[in-house]
């Protein structure tokens, strides 16, 4: 990734690689200030039967692994140790989760984890909040999840923000939804995004062919327009979406109005991005846009088999990069990020980002991942 991650727009871990207007800068500024107060990470789980289809995503080694991945970064994130399974999720190539990462820099940032459920095959044995019990089929049907149920889930998500920025300074959010890559890429194309070769992916080479073909599939299956899916956005999630979706995107939108949200992640979160600004304009209902942000790690901003700066001009989202390097760590595992494994998950990359804007430089932050490293992968077997 090397110089990709250096450039004027600079702060500290942080490359600014979109913003539009100025608004990404005065969202940095914002939430260096607010990190000084109480914040909130906020880790929406969510499945679709659209994982289940090898080639797809790197979230878990096999089919059935991928549908309890969620459910195990949850019990990581939240414990430091696994109980619905023996061990961490690993990909395929048996690079760890990245919740080792996310979970690194919350306890140096001293930022609690709050886990919502909108929809998973297994809830996680941790305390967490349900919003959903429903998965989404693949979204090659068209119908990926029933319109009644997104639209319960986007005001379950309202409500949900409108009770944290009452009691926080910020808000971050972050996802784990194996297979939602190709979710996001159905969103976007639903809300007419010309994206198909613009999404990373936890492989380290995307299958956009692939990804294509599931979505145009389930398009073709649902049988709306841009336009219909404009003026009603929830029906783009109810088509080819997943559940996540939707409870992110009423959270930003709830939360937003009042204190920073920071999304976590890559091309998923500037699909929520994308379906806020959706729902903005169908609703009418005006958005401090300054108030919110994408930001993700360099392997996915500057993924060689992807284009996510060019996304996030399409979308106009502001977006940043955190640019660890992960060459200095101690462990393989770690290191193997570089090579472009894995690259993103749990908010990994907003969460590092947050780190580095609290005021800890990167080599806190690399022994803070290297140490939780030790402590849950190595003393684990």
Same mark, same amino acid.
Not at 242 to 255: R, W
Not at 312 to 324: D, I, Q
Not at 325 to 330: E, G, I, Q, T, V
Not at 364 to 369: F, G, K, N, S, V
């Given at each position: 990734?090397?110089?990709?991650? #250096?450039?004027?727009?600079?702060?500290?871990?942080?490359?600014?690689?979109?913003?539009?207007?100025?608004?990404?800068?005065?969202?940095? =500024?914002?939430?260096?200030?607010?990190?000084?107060?109480?914040?909130?990470?906020?880790l929406?789980?969510?499945?679709?039967? *659209?994982?289940?289809?090898?080639?797809?995503?790197a979230?878990?080694?096999?089919?059935?692994?991928?549908?309890? *991945?969620p459910?195990?970064d +949850?019990?990581?994130? !939240?414990?430091?140790?696994?109980?619905?399974?023996?061990?961490?999720?690993?990909?395929?190539?048996?690079?760890?989760?990245?919740?080792?990462i996310?979970?690194?820099?919350?306890?140096?940032?001293? !930022?609690?984890?709050?886990?919502?459920?909108?929809?998973?095959?297994?809830?996680?044995?941790?305390?967490? *909040?349900?919003?959903? !019990?429903?998965?989404?089929?693949?979204?090659?049907?068209?119908q990926?999840?029933?319109?009644?149920?997104?639209?319960?889930?986007? =005001?379950?998500?309202?409500?949900?923000?409108?009770?944290?920025c009452?009691?926080?300074?910020?808000? &971050?959010?972050?996802?784990?939804?194996?297979?939602?890559?190709?979710?996001?890429?159905?969103?976007?194309?639903?809300?007419?995004?010309?994206?198909?070769?613009?999404?990373?992916?936890s492989?380290?080479?995307? @299958?956009?062919?692939?990804?294509?073909?599931?979505?145009?599939?389930?398009?073709?299956?649902?049988r709306?327009?841009?336009?219909?899916?404009k003026?009603?956005p929830?029906?783009?999630?109810?088509? &080819?979406g997943?559940?996540?979706?939707?409870?992110?995107?009423?959270?930003?939108?709830?939360?937003s109005? $009042?204190?920073?949200?920071l999304?976590?992640?890559?091309?998923?979160?500037? +699909?929520?991005?994308?379906?806020? $600004?959706?729902?903005?304009?169908?609703?009418?209902?005006?958005?401090?846009?300054? @108030?919110?942000?994408?930001?993700?790690?360099?392997?996915?901003?500057?993924?060689?088999?992807? $284009?996510?700066?060019e996304?996030?001009?399409?979308? =106009?989202?502001?977006?940043?990069?955190?640019?660890?390097?992960?060459?200095?760590?101690? #462990?393989?595992?770690?290191?193997?990020?570089?090579?472009?494994?894995?690259?993103?998950?749990?908010?990994?990359?907003?969460a590092?980002?947050?780190?580095?804007?609290?005021?800890?430089?990167?080599g806190?932050?690399?022994?803070?991942?290297d140490?939780?490293?030790?402590?849950?992968v190595?003393?684990?077997?």
């Open positions: 990734m090397g110089d990709t991650c #250096h450039s004027k727009g600079d702060t500290g871990l942080l490359s600014l690689v979109n913003d539009p207007s100025g608004r990404l800068r005065r969202f940095v =500024e914002r939430l260096a200030v607010a990190a000084k107060g109480r914040g909130r990470f906020v929406c789980l969510g499945s679709t039967r *659209t994982s289940d289809i090898e080639g797809v995503s979230a878990g080694a096999t089919p059935a692994a991928r549908r309890l *991945t459910a195990i +949850a019990e990581a994130l !939240v414990l430091g140790r696994t109980v619905s399974q023996e061990k961490l999720p690993v990909s395929p190539a048996g690079i760890v989760s990245p919740v080792v996310t979970r690194a820099a919350l306890g140096l940032c001293g !930022v609690g984890a709050l886990v919502v459920d909108c929809g998973s095959f297994q809830p996680p044995a941790v305390e967490h *909040t349900t919003m959903g !019990v429903s998965v989404s089929q693949c979204l090659s049907t068209g990926a999840l029933s319109l009644e149920n997104v639209g319960s889930l986007f =005001e379950s998500g309202l409500k949900i923000g409108r009770q944290l009452q009691e926080h300074d910020f808000l &971050v959010v972050g996802e784990c939804v194996p297979g939602g890559t190709t979710t996001a890429l159905g969103v976007l194309s639903a809300l007419g995004v010309e994206a198909r070769d613009f999404l990373s992916s492989l380290p080479a995307a @299958n956009h062919d692939l990804r294509a073909r599931l979505v145009r599939q389930g398009l073709d299956s649902c709306l327009s841009t336009e219909e899916f003026a009603q929830l029906s783009a999630v109810a088509a &080819v997943d559940p996540m979706q939707p409870v992110a995107a009423g959270i930003a939108l709830s939360v109005s $009042r204190i920073p949200v999304l976590a992640g890559g091309s998923q979160m500037m +699909a929520v991005y994308a379906l806020v $600004r959706a729902l903005s304009d169908s609703m009418a209902q005006p958005v401090p846009w300054e @108030n919110i942000a994408v930001m993700t790690t360099k392997w996915v901003a500057f993924d060689p088999c992807a $284009r996510s700066a996304l996030s001009r399409l979308v =106009e989202v502001p977006f940043a990069a955190s640019c660890p390097d992960f060459h200095l760590s101690r #462990h393989e595992g770690l290191r193997a990020y570089e090579q472009g494994n894995v690259k993103e998950g749990v908010g990994a990359g907003g590092m980002a947050l780190c580095s804007l609290s005021g800890f430089a990167a806190e932050i690399m022994e803070a991942i140490r939780t490293y030790d402590e849950m190595l003393s684990s077997g």
